[in-house]
């Protein structure tokens, strides 16, 4: 038998990041319904589940302009899985921004690029870290 983990996972999260978390595992369902209706086989509340909220107030704090060091202290994390992580996120924004603009939707588009500038920058984004 597993554990059953009856842990609320916006546990721990500041409050002002609990309601954007919860609209993420929203949008998380309504993406997983999308998938089971096309006949592909998903465990719907697996799915939502495995969004992990662990670095939301880490990748908040380093888009409102916070040092690395700053944003370090916020995580249980190695610097190199913050970087790979704010690095991989970027890339998926600007998928998104892309996938917006091919879709029409002007206005996402360009909160997605904004998003995409806020993350891009600093050591997170040097082409090596031996200057």
Known sequence: DEPVKDE???QGLKSYLSSPFLKLQECARTVAKAVIA???ELDEDEF????NPGLMEAVFAWCKGAK???VQQLTG???GTTIRTLRRLEELVRQLATAAKAIGNHELQSKFEK???????DIVFCSSLYL
């Open 8 to 10: 609320d996972p916006c």
């Open 115 to 121: 998003g995409s500038e806020l993350m891009k920058r």
């Open 68 to 70: 690395f060091v700053e």
């Open 48 to 51: 939502v589940n495995k969004i």
């Open 77 to 79: 994390t190695f610097e």
């Open 38 to 40: 096309c006949k592909i």
